[in-house]
């Protein structure tokens, strides 16, 4: 079992999936799990005669294939699922989803925002599994079944051990019928204004990027050096530094008071932003070369997706 670090400190272990050994059960509940269980206060039932569920039971002998005897085969055995998740490769999550719009793979395990690129027209039933935060979620959630004015049926599961699963629980029709806020965001977020001044930099300036990296950078030599007609692209003249400049402070006055005041916010660090753009722009291509370099189908398919948005924003 290695060590699990955090920080670079030991925080735990990792137990190899090799080593692990699954048994067949005797209907016996097991005990809260104390490493993952949340509210283990809530549970003080006698573990001792504390009894099974008996939906899951009755699902697990009978529809899900029984315990191996000679039972007929279960309802459900054999039915295929696929994660489909910003965690899976690019090639296999596309596979998943030619899958899924074919009706091969019925089911998928998706994170909430759900990856773009499957066509859900068709969707008919949705499981969250837990109550999801706010009516906003829910409705975005449960919103992907059912398009077309299709009938859907949407499940969501509340957890025993969690408050906020267990409130809704109660009052289901705060959560379906509840006030949507509309969408914050917090203009002070130093990064956030870091890359808009990059993007309005690169807008200005319209370097002539081209169409791949290579045409970027001298892909022949071994550091990747931008090639110089790129590079003399990059040097703004005193008219383009004045307009950089001026495009720069319209961008802090429309964030008003708040954003002008903040701790971060100076003239100095402005001007800092403006001098090294090109130095954050060729570190951010060079590292994009290094992805392309490694021949990680996964690296060069969001390559070309932050070359491609970068060619966007210079566009806008």
């Given at each position: 079992?290695?060590?699990?670090?955090?920080?670079?400190?030991p925080f735990g272990v990792q137990i190899m999936v090799s080593a692990l050994r699954w048994r067949l059960g005797d209907s016996?509940?097991?005990?809260?799990?104390?490493?993952?269980?949340?509210?283990?206060?809530?549970?003080?039932?006698?573990?001792?005669?504390?009894?099974?569920?008996?939906?899951?039971?009755?699902?697990?002998?009978?529809?899900?294939?029984?315990?191996?005897?000679?039972?007929?085969?279960?309802?459900?055995?054999?039915?295929?699922?696929?994660?489909?998740?910003?965690?899976?490769?690019?090639?296999?999550?596309?596979?998943?989803?030619?899958?899924?719009?074919?009706?091969?793979?019925?089911?998928?395990?998706?994170?909430?925002?759900?990856?773009?690129?499957?066509?859900?027209?068709?969707?008919?039933?949705?499981?969250?599994?837990?109550?999801?935060?706010?009516?906003?979620?829910?409705?975005?959630?449960?919103?992907?079944?059912?398009?077309?004015?299709?009938?859907?049926?949407?499940?969501?599961?509340?957890?025993?051990?969690?408050?906020?699963?267990?409130?809704?629980?109660?009052?289901?029709?705060?959560?379906?019928?509840?006030?949507?806020?509309?969408?914050?965001?917090?203009?002070?977020?130093?990064?956030?204004?870091?890359?808009?001044?990059?993007?309005?930099?690169?807008?200005?300036?319209?370097?002539?990027?081209?169409?791949?990296?290579?045409?970027?950078?001298?892909?022949?030599?071994?550091?990747?050096?931008i090639r110089p007609e790129i590079a003399e692209q990059l040097k703004p003249s005193e008219q383009k530094v004045n307009e950089?400049?001026?495009?720069?402070?319209?961008?802090?006055?429309?964030?008003?008071?708040?954003?002008?005041?903040?701790?971060?916010?100076?003239?100095?660090?402005?001007?800092?932003?403006?001098?090294?753009?090109?130095?954050?722009?060729?570190?951010?291509?060079?590292?994009?070369?290094?992805?392309?370099?490694?021949?990680?189908?996964?690296?060069?398919?969001?390559?070309?997706?932050?070359?491609?948005?970068?060619?966007?924003?210079?566009?806008?």
């Open positions: 079992m290695p060590p699990f670090l955090r920080n670079g400190q016996t509940p097991p005990p809260p799990d104390p490493v993952r269980g949340k509210s283990l206060h809530l549970r003080r039932e006698d573990e001792g005669t504390r009894q099974a569920n008996a939906y899951f039971g009755s699902l697990y002998r009978h529809a899900l294939g029984g315990n191996g005897d000679q039972r007929p085969r279960g309802l459900f055995k054999g039915l295929l699922t696929a994660e489909h998740t910003g965690q899976v490769s690019a090639e296999r999550r596309e596979l998943r989803e030619r899958n899924f719009n074919s009706g091969k793979l019925p089911i998928l395990f998706c994170s909430p925002t759900m990856e773009l690129g499957v066509d859900i027209k068709d969707l008919s039933v949705v499981h969250m599994r837990n109550v999801p935060p706010t009516p906003a979620n829910y409705a975005q959630r449960s919103g992907r079944a059912g398009r077309g004015g299709k009938a859907a049926l949407v499940l969501a599961f509340a957890s025993h051990g969690n408050v906020h699963d267990r409130y809704f629980f109660r009052k289901s029709r705060d959560m379906i019928a509840g006030v949507v806020a509309p969408p914050r965001i917090d203009i002070v977020n130093q990064e956030l204004v870091e890359a808009h001044l990059q993007s309005t930099w690169l807008s200005i300036l319209q370097p002539r990027l081209g169409q791949s990296i290579s045409e970027v950078l001298d892909l022949d030599q071994p550091d990747f050096p950089i400049t001026a495009a720069f402070h319209d961008v802090i006055s429309s964030g008003g008071p708040e954003l002008a005041g903040a701790h971060w916010y100076s003239q100095p660090w402005l001007g800092d932003i403006a001098r090294s753009a090109p130095q954050r722009l060729e570190g951010r291509v060079h590292a994009l070369a290094r992805a392309l370099q490694g021949g990680d189908r996964a690296a060069q398919c969001r390559a070309q997706d932050h070359r491609q948005s970068a060619r966007h924003t210079q566009r806008a």
